[in-house]
Structure formats: C-alpha cells, structure tokens
C-alpha cells in the first residue's frame, strides 16, 4: 500500500505537461500532499505494536476453563488457548 502512495507524484507528472503552470501546479501540490499523508499513516500503522496472536496476550489475565496437572484450558478475551503452568 506505501508504494502505492510514493507513486502517485510520478503518475501525476504528465499532468504538468498536459496543462499550464497556473492549472497543473496547484492539481500536482494536492496530489502530492495527499500521498504524503496516505504514506505518514501508513508508516505510523506499520509501528503499532502487534494486536493479535500470542504477541497480544503477554500480560493479559484470563479464565482456567479446564486443569490437567500443569496443563491447562484458558479462556481469553473469548477464545480458548491451552498453557502451561511453571509451578
């Protein structure tokens, strides 16, 4: 998706040669703020922390649904995921 937005300013490069200065200058500005700012999201979206899978559960507290010895069922954030107790 970024590279989609770096390629914007080069899609619209014709733009400045098709049409004069006082027309195509202003329509090739927005263009290139606007894939600017798609970029900035997009990189601030790519440096959130990761949101699912076991990387999203390290602190999390949940319920033991079943315990077998030092293995157990635990129910978090409504999914069921087996453990393994230390103790």
């Known amino acids: 998706m970024c590279h989609i937005a770096l390629m914007l300013p080069l899609l619209a490069l014709p733009v400045l040669w098709m049409w004069p200065l006082a027309v195509s200058v202003p329509i090739y ?36 649904t079943e315990s077998r010895s030092t293995r157990l069922m635990v129910r978090i954030g409504g999914e069921l995921w087996n453990a393994r107790s230390l103790a």
């Not at 606007?34 to 990189?43: D, E, N, P, Q, R």
């Not at 076991?54 to 507290?61: K, L, Q, V």
């Open 29 to 64: 500005a927005v263009v290139a703020i606007v894939s600017a700012t798609i970029y900035w999201y997009a990189v601030l979206a790519m440096r959130r922390p990761i949101e699912s899978g076991a990387e999203a559960m390290i602190g999390a507290t949940g319920n033991v």
